[in-house]
């Protein structure tokens, strides 16, 4: 089987467009659940948000997707007390498969300068900088995104995105599905027992876990129902229910699979693991579990990448459309991770 990277970097990343007197960037992210805009000042250090509803197109369709997006960007243009014009770069991430189609409904719209990425490009650049390493993106479903550099080639590689059915391993929601399949087992006296089952009633508000399956097919439950249902998982590992902390340990290697594959196929770890040090940023509320899904997954990377260092990543995705936005302005120094990341958090409390 021919192999090809299932999403590009954008051409911007090797061939920037230098604009040293640019005073403002735009960065979007547009989810399935909402869209966050934020025009950064870089000469007031100042960051202006707007907010918009879900712009993915796999959930509402491209005409409500762009109008989300260029609802919440031009909110944000507002605050910011500038015209669209004045934008060095704008950056538009946005999670979906057909991100083609989106770009094309937003260049007629705008301009050539508002570029739309996949989200798990700018997912790695939250998590790295836009350098060398992988984003493991994991809330309610799963996705990993890397970039290397072997023999002189820039390669980037993604692994997982492919859904609640076929895909979304380590995630909220595979989990959930995961503990409530356990609970089951225990009751029908073909697994061993765990409290998974009693946690499963009360988290649901259903008097049996016969009534709790029912309610997978029959309401339906919402995937980000069942995802949210892993965080009684994690308290369960924690205080030591053996299913649970085994479901951790099964989600953290099928994860650990993923990136592993990732930090291969982009050249970040030959076969021996030898390799510089990386950073892989765990994103994602399924990490709010803590140690005890952290701690596995990162032995499961360390088996193929003993140097890459393991972390959560605090920073909100939007600042990697941010930080893109900079690069594609040849900005690449004009603002740290760190201090953007404080702007973004403020901007979020005001």
Not at 35 to 47: G, K, M, P, S
Not at 74 to 103: P, S, W
Not at 284 to 308: D, M, N, Q, W
Request: charged share 15%; aromatic share 4%; proline share 5%.
């Amino acid at each position: 089987m021919q192999r090809t990277s299932l999403v590009a970097l954008p051409a911007f990343l090797s061939s920037p467009q230098p604009r040293s007197q640019a005073r403002y960037v735009m960065g979007v992210d547009g989810g399935a659940t909402k869209t966050l805009a934020a025009v950064l000042d870089l000469h007031e250090r100042a960051l202006h948000v707007g907010h918009g509803g879900p712009s993915n197109e796999d959930s509402v369709g491209p005409e409500a997707a762009v109008q989300a997006l260029l609802g919440a960007a031009d909110e944000a243009i507002q605050r910011a007390g500038i015209e669209a014009g004045e934008l060095g770069a704008a950056v538009l991430a946005i999670a979906g498969t057909n991100t083609a189609a989106i770009a094309h409904h937003v260049r007629e719209a705008r301009t050539d300068a508002w570029i739309v990425i996949n989200d798990v490009v700018a997912a790695w650049a939250t998590a790295t900088g836009g350098g060398p390493g992988v984003a493991a993106i994991a809330g309610t479903g799963s996705n990993v995104f890397g970039v290397g550099e072997a023999g002189g080639e820039v390669r980037a590689w993604r692994v997982g995105g492919w859904g609640h059915v076929l895909g979304d391993e380590g995630s909220g929601y595979w989990l959930g599905v995961q503990s409530i399949k356990a609970a089951l087992r225990d009751r029908e006296a073909s697994g061993p027992p765990t409290a998974l089952g009693e946690a499963a009633m009360a988290f649901f508000g259903l008097p049996t876990v016969e009534a709790v399956a029912q309610s997978v097919y029959s309401k339906p439950l919402t995937k980000g129902e069942i995802a949210a249902f892993a965080i009684e998982t994690a308290k369960l590992a924690e205080q030591g229910d053996g299913v649970a902390c085994e479901l951790y340990e099964a989600g953290a290697r099928e994860l650990g699979e993923q990136i592993a594959a990732v930090i291969r196929q982009t050249g970040l770890a030959d076969g021996d693991g030898a390799a510089n040090g990386f950073p892989v940023g765990l994103i994602g509320s399924a990490y709010k579990a803590g140690p005890v899904f952290v701690a596995p997954l990162t032995r499961v990377i360390h088996e193929c990448a003993p140097g890459a260092s393991v972390g959560r990543v605090e920073m909100e995705p939007v600042g990697g459309s941010l930080l893109l936005a900079g690069r594609a302005c040849g900005l690449d120094e004009a603002i740290a991770p760190a201090e953007l990341a404080a702007l973004i958090d403020g901007a979020q409390q005001a």
